[in-house]
Every structure is written in C-alpha cells, then in structure tokens.
C-alpha cells in the first residue's frame, strides 16, 4: 500500500466519518463512541507512520523483482490495471483469510476487529505490523509482469474500497453484492458470532468468498469485535496484546517443533491453550470508561496534532536522516500510549507526558536546527508555547480516576 494515496485521501475518511455521524445523530441512531473513536484513529495514525517507515523497503524490493526476475512486462494501460485489480484482490483473499487462520499473522490482523463498534473509523483502525508481515504474500505479482506503479495504484483502490463498507447505515445493494464486497457482507466479517467467524474475506469481490466456501450473508445484526474483548483503549499493548498471549502459548508446550507450529496453527487452539473463552452467542459487554469532559478536549486536540505530525512526517519523510525518520516515528507511537492512558485514566499519565514533550522539544528543534534552519526561531517559540499549554491544561486538571465498565 502505497501512504501518498491514503495521505490524499484523509480529508476525505474524516469528511465520511463526520457525515456518517451526522446522519446517525438525525436519524437516532449514534454508532459512534468517543474513546473507541479516537483510539480507532490514533492506531491508523500509527499505522500509516510504520508504513512510512516501510516505505523505501518494500517498493524497492517490489521494484527489483519485476526488473530482474519478471517473467514479462505488462506495462501501464488501463487494462493492465483492471487486471492487477483482480491479481490483487485475489491475493489479498489468501492474505486475509491466512491472517485469521494463522497466529503469526492474526496477531497483527486482530487489530482491525478490536473495536466492538462498526463505523467508518474501524476502517481507519489498522495494524502497525501487518504491511511488514504480510508484504511477501504479494510478491509473485511482480513476477507476473504488473508494474510498480500499476500494483500501487491496484492496491490503493482496494483499499480506500474498503473504507465504506464499514458502516451499519447501508443495509443492502441489491444485485450488487452478488459480485462485490458490501457493508452487510463486511458485517458479517466482523461479527463474533458462531456463525459469522472468519467469514467474507473479500476486499472488492466478494466472488472469491464464494468461490472458496468462505461465505456468509448477514441475518442478524452481529455483534463485533473479538471473542475474548481487548478491554483497552492503548494503541500500543493493542497492536502487542496478542504477541504476549502468543508467547503464554508457546512457554505452555514442550519441544521446539511443537512450538514452532503454534506460530502457524489459528488463534481457537492457542485460545484453548492458555484457557481463553471463545466465541458466545451472549451479547459481549462493552467496554467503557468514564472520561471528563476537559480529558476528551484534549486527547481531540492531541489528535489533531498528531493528525498534522503524520501528515509532515509523511511528506518530509525522505528529506530526514535515518535516525529522525525512527525518532518521530516513536514520539508518535508515545503520543498515541499517553492518548490511550489519559481515556483509561492511568496514573503513570502525567510524567509520561513530560518526557513526551521534553522529548518533542529537542527532536522537533534539532531537526529544523539540522534540517530547515531557517525556521528554527519559529519552531523554537512554537514549540514551547505548545509544551507549556498542555503541560499547563494537564496541571490544572488531574482527574484521574477508576475506569468503570458500562453497558
């Protein structure tokens, strides 16, 4: 997945989620959360930050197969495209289905299906790690002679595909989805129910479900998420979770060998394994947590800057040395932790938020000082007028108190 596409289309993923909730607010029906909401968009934050990180690797290698080892050059056409489209979307069907039915992949997949909300925001909600793990699965297409560019752009378009689908207002297309993938079928994807579990694969065709077994139309409304609840709102141990139940697993059982398949044997046996409950046909509770209204104001101002750090980490990413393109990309994963912290009121809040600044003040100047010193006066006034005002807003309203479950 190419990030210049998805830097293009942010305007356009908050501009959907604010009309969808618009729409749910005149029609009775809000499906938005505020804490799942934001963690949702903080985790894509992350993700397309790590994808950044990936960004040199990945086409690069992608580029040197079709060059070297192709066995033909397709080159760029319209037609070219359509047919890496159905390449692509084929391939993405065993990346995904592989992604729930082996540990290794689940574990960075399972992010996606945390949220025990379906809106647009959980299209936005995914895996800082899955790009990296699964990017090899793709890589008999450049062997088939489909262009750099063409696979870019085949693999944008499926994705941003996929952004509407993630919505409970569309109920059914018609004759449509008898070929592509819809919001109903989605649905059913994200569904824990007995019958809904790994179903719907599809990213645009949803033929291939059909194809292979993997179908099932909706009924019922599914309830979502996963079938044993990640009751955090921490972008960071939600990305890691699943990695540490991995490792329960493998201190469970004797020899190598037998460890060794666990990494690719599907989540239900290591469930089973370390006693984890699985799907029920009882609706799950959600999780909540009681957050002030002073608190939301400013993790949605730290989201905007976060917004405004991804999209100049994005644009500027080649400009900076390697060691301020693996800095920002942490103190963005920190601001992310401390979000998450602040809706689940931790007490380790406050001086994780004094080193995440005094952290930002010496990466963020340094980095103009080195990189655009023309503006360092503006950067330097900036960035401290930033620093005292939250530190300050922090200070003046320390009200952290026990998270509380509510239905």
């Given at each position: 997945m190419?990030?210049?596409?998805?830097l293009?289309?942010?305007?356009?993923?908050?501009?959907?989620?604010?009309?969808?909730?618009?729409?749910?607010?005149?029609k009775?029906?809000?499906?938005?959360?505020?804490?799942?909401?934001l963690?949702?968009?903080n985790?894509?934050?992350?993700?397309?930050?790590?994808?950044?990180?990936?960004?040199?690797?990945?086409?690069t290698?992608y580029?040197?197969?079709?060059?070297?080892?192709?066995?033909?050059?397709?080159?760029t056409?319209?037609?070219?495209?359509?047919?890496?489209?159905?390449?692509?979307?084929?391939?993405?069907?065993?990346?995904?289905?592989?992604?729930?039915?082996?540990?290794i992949?689940?574990?960075?997949?399972?992010?996606?299906h945390?949220s025990?909300?379906?809106?647009?925001?959980v299209?936005?909600?995914?895996?800082?790690?899955?790009?990296?793990l699964?990017?090899v699965?793709?890589?008999?297409?450049?062997?088939?002679g489909?262009?750099?560019l063409?696979?870019?752009?085949?693999?944008?378009?499926?994705?941003?595909?996929?952004?509407?689908?993630?919505?409970?207002?569309?109920?059914?297309?018609?004759?449509?989805?008898?070929v592509?993938n819809?919001?109903?079928?989605?649905?059913?994807?994200?569904?824990?129910?007995?019958k809904?579990?790994?179903?719907?694969?599809?990213?645009?065709?949803?033929l291939?479900?059909?194809?292979?077994?993997?179908?099932c139309?909706?009924e019922?409304?599914p309830?979502?998420g996963?079938?044993?609840?990640?009751?955090?709102?921490?972008?960071?141990?939600?990305?890691?979770?699943f990695?540490?139940?991995?490792?329960?697993?493998?201190?469970?059982?004797?020899s190598?060998?037998d460890k060794?398949?666990?990494?690719?044997?599907?989540?239900?046996?290591?469930?089973?394994?370390?006693?984890?409950?699985?799907?029920?046909?009882?609706?799950?509770?959600?999780?909540?947590?009681?957050?002030?209204?002073?608190m939301?104001?400013?993790?949605?101002?730290?989201?905007?800057?976060?917004l405004?750090?991804?999209?100049?980490?994005?644009?500027?990413?080649?400009?900076?040395?390697?060691?301020?393109q693996?800095?920002?990309?942490?103190?963005?994963?920190l601001?992310?932790l401390?979000?998450?912290?602040?809706?689940?009121?931790?007490?380790?809040?406050?001086?994780?938020?004094?080193i995440?600044?005094?952290?930002?003040?010496a990466l963020y100047?340094?980095?103009?000082f080195?990189?655009y010193?023309?503006?360092?006066?503006?950067?330097?006034?900036?960035?401290?007028?930033?620093?005292?005002?939250?530190?300050t807003?922090?200070?003046?309203?320390r009200?952290?108190g026990?998270?509380?479950?509510?239905?």
């Open positions: 190419n990030p210049n596409f998805i293009l289309a942010i305007p356009f993923f908050l501009l959907g989620m604010l009309f969808e909730f618009i729409w749910g607010r005149f009775g029906t809000n499906f938005y959360n505020f804490e799942d909401t963690t949702n968009l985790i894509g934050i992350g993700s397309q930050a790590f994808n950044t990180l990936l960004k040199v690797l990945l086409p290698l580029a040197f197969i079709y060059e070297h080892f192709a066995f033909f050059h397709l080159g056409s319209i037609w070219s495209f359509l047919l890496c489209l159905v390449a692509y979307d084929f391939t993405f069907y065993w990346a995904h289905r592989w992604g729930h039915e082996m540990n992949f689940w574990g960075a997949h399972i992010v996606h945390q025990q909300e379906y809106n647009l925001s299209a936005l909600r995914q895996s800082w790690f899955h790009t990296a699964g990017f699965i793709f890589l008999p297409l450049p062997l088939l489909f262009d750099p063409i696979f870019a752009g085949a693999a944008a378009f499926a994705t941003l595909y996929q952004f509407w689908i993630h919505t409970r207002h569309i109920k059914s297309i018609g004759i449509f989805e008898w592509f819809s919001p109903s079928h989605h649905r059913v994807h994200h569904g824990v129910n007995d809904y579990l790994d179903k719907n694969y599809a990213a645009v065709f949803i291939w479900d059909r194809m292979f077994g993997t179908f139309k909706e019922e409304e309830d979502y996963i079938t044993t609840p990640l009751n955090s709102f921490n972008p960071v141990w939600a990305n890691l979770h990695y540490e139940d991995l490792k329960e697993g493998y201190k469970k059982l004797g190598f060998k060794f398949y666990l990494t690719f044997r599907g989540p239900a046996y290591l469930g089973t394994l370390i006693g984890q409950k699985g799907s029920s046909t009882a609706t799950p509770e959600k999780f909540r947590t009681r957050v002030p209204l002073n939301q104001l400013y993790v949605t101002f730290q989201f905007f800057v976060l405004f750090a991804l999209v100049s980490y994005m644009s500027h990413f080649k400009e900076l040395s390697l060691f301020y693996l800095a920002f990309f942490v103190l963005i994963a601001t992310t401390n979000c998450g912290g602040i809706m689940e009121n931790k007490s380790w809040v406050m001086p994780v938020e004094i995440r600044f005094a952290a930002f003040l100047n340094s980095c103009y080195f990189h010193r023309q503006y360092i006066g503006y950067t330097i006034a900036g960035s401290i007028l930033l620093t005292m005002g939250c530190i807003w922090m200070l003046l309203n009200r952290f026990n998270k509380e479950m509510t239905a």
